[in-house]
């Protein structure tokens, strides 16, 4: 990349900061020596008329790993290359940040550790990794056990009526009660009641796929964002959901100064067993808005992700019956009749690689948001700072460039005698928890609630389609193309996946009534 970029290389590890170095470098950067981004026209009015991933994954097909997106003032880069992927998350992550992702979060997450930057990032994160010990996750076993048993009976009651059951959102509540029990010891129990403070979750959660489907932004408005009728209700119950959490953070407080425990790595209260609790013990030194902020990423990252793994596995099975009796053999014969540990969990090998290629078919976000704070380079094409890049694991999951029958569902693809898949071992082409220093805190504790949930649930009961529900894929067209056109409906279609999981999918799979039928 010739002089200029070496002197520039070298002013920048001198402590010069980008802003300058882009300054005085524009001229080189903006001359005609480095090839260009391959840009993908024509995409606007493809994005129209389809769900947006095909053509997304078809635009990658033509142009390739990388192409940028443009409308009118706005560009995208969109990357389906697994190294240009390894570079920007892992090998010079330094140089990009969450972007837009942090616009739209802020007023739910704050400065919580799936938006932060920089410095707020690196404390929070070195603090928070640590309460999720193994000795934390191997106990947290229990508690999926439990909510799941709960699922279970009702079920059961379902299945002895010859009722239909809309499975996702059962799901959703099984997550949120697993959630809230381990991030801050509370019992929404959810799957039992519908409590003020559940339907306030609820309302802080679907008004964050709202604003990012938004033209404009309503809430900001000075005057309509004190008598909107909607905005009122969602700020009450945001109000209610962190009026909860500083109740639940003062309790806890409490709790640890009337305790008798010597503080240590593998620290854990054995009567609340709490991520909270961890880090009030461990005398984390934060005010208490940050910690709430954590604490509601947490229950949001580790909610309708699990939730929507769920429902597209159970999607899953209910097309294949071999590998469900495959997976029903495996339960039935590690299992028995009663609540998983962890040794069992490790013996589920083959209901593990059921997760990994659900996974790999719905990665959960499928999208990956950053943008660049320095310039850089991705492959041999240039960037300047500023630039919005979304890395679509979707492509990167399903591009036949790296898998054998990309779209066909088949655990068979990991030998179970292998190692369980990761960005590492597949070296980015297969990324359901991110990687490098962002990667995913959770991914243990998703891994084994996922598995835990499925063995006990496949382990009683049948599912299938219901009679006349929607066909998954007009579904996912009509609730999509109803927003916005060209740009917005990208835009808006990619955050809401980011936010929630699978945002508008999940609600394709809601219409998915799955029959239970005791086995
Ligand atoms: C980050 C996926 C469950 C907490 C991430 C990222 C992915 C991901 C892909 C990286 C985002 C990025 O690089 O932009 C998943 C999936 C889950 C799951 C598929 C379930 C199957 C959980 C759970 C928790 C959690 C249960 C909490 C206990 C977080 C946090 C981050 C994160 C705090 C941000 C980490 C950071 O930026 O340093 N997750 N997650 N996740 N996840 Fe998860």
Same mark, same amino acid.
């Given at each position: 990349s010739g002089f200029p970029s070496q002197v520039r290389n070298g002013l920048s590890k001198l402590g010069v900061p980008p802003e300058v170095l882009d300054f005085f470098f524009q001229w080189f950067d903006s001359s005609e020596d480095h090839p260009k981004i391959p840009e993908a026209k024509g995409a606007v009015k493809a994005i129209q008329n389809e769900a947006f991933f095909i053509p997304l994954y078809e635009l990658h097909l033509t142009y390739g790993g990388i192409f940028r997106l443009t409308f009118g003032p706005k560009s995208f880069v969109i990357v389906s290359d697994p190294s240009i992927a390894k570079h920007i998350?892992?090998?010079?992550?330094?140089?990009y940040s969450k972007g837009i992702l942090a616009e739209i979060l802020e007023f739910v997450?704050?400065?919580?550790?799936?938006p932060a930057d920089g410095e707020v990032w690196r404390v929070r994160r070195r603090t928070i990794v640590?309460?999720?010990?193994q000795k934390f996750v191997a106990t947290m076993i229990n508690l999926f056990g439990q909510a799941t048993q709960r699922l279970c009976d009702k079920l059961d009651a379902a299945a002895s009526e010859g009722e239909d059951v809309e499975m996702e959102s059962l799901f959703s509540r099984l997550t949120l009660d697993i959630i809230g029990k381990a991030v801050?010891?509370?019992?929404?129990d959810s799957l039992t009641n519908d409590t003020g403070i559940i339907e306030a979750v609820y309302t802080v959660l679907r008004e964050a796929e709202d604003r990012s489907v938004s033209?404009?932004?309503?809430?900001?408005i000075p005057i309509w964002k004190d008598i909107s009728p909607k905005q009122k209700k969602v700020n009450e119950a945001l109000k209610l959901v962190n009026d909860t959490l500083n109740e639940l953070i003062a309790i806890c407080k409490r709790m640890v100064d009337e305790e008798d425990l010597q503080f240590h790595?593998?620290?854990?209260?054995?009567?609340d067993p709490s991520i909270l609790h961890f880090l009030v013990a461990s005398g984390d030194d934060v005010s208490s808005k940050q910690l709430r902020d954590d604490l509601m990423t947490m229950l949001i990252a580790g909610h309708e992700t699990s939730a929507a793994v769920l429902t597209w596995t159970f999607y899953l099975l209910s097309k294949e019956p071999t590998i469900m009796s495959k997976l029903q053999n495996e339960v039935d014969s590690v299992l028995g009749d009663r609540l998983p540990t962890i040794e069992d969990v490790k013996k589920l090998k083959y209901t593990t690689r059921v997760i990994n290629e659900s996974l790999r078919l719905y990665?959960?976000?499928p999208v990956l948001i950053r943008r660049s704070i320095e310039s850089d380079f991705l492959g041999k094409y240039p960037i300047k700072r500023g630039e919005d890049i979304f890395i679509s694991v979707w492509n990167l999951h399903r591009s036949p460039h790296h898998w054998i029958d990309a779209d066909k569902f088949n655990?068979?693809?990991?030998?179970?005698? +292998? #190692?369980?898949?990761?960005e590492t071992n597949q070296n980015f082409s297969y990324l359901p928890f991110g990687g +490098? #220093?962002?990667?995913?805190?959770g991914d243990m504790f998703a891994s084994f609630e996922t598995v835990v949930a499925v063995a006990m649930l496949v382990r009683r009961f049948n599912f299938q389609i219901a009679l006349g529900a929607p066909a998954v894929s007009d579904f996912i067209m009509s609730s999509l193309c109803k927003f916005l056109d060209g740009f917005e409906k990208l835009v808006a279609v990619y955050l809401i996946f980011t936010k929630q999981g699978v945002g508008t999918v999940i609600e394709t799979a809601r219409e998915q009534i799955l029959t239970t039928e005791s086995v």
């Open positions: 998350l892992k090998d010079n992550s330094k140089a997450m704050g400065k919580g550790l799936i640590p309460a999720l010990h801050f010891n509370y019992d929404f033209p404009i932004p309503f809430w900001e790595e593998e620290y854990m209260n054995e009567e990665p959960q976000p655990p068979e693809r990991w030998p179970l005698d +292998g #190692p369980n898949p990761n +490098g #220093p962002r990667k995913c805190v």
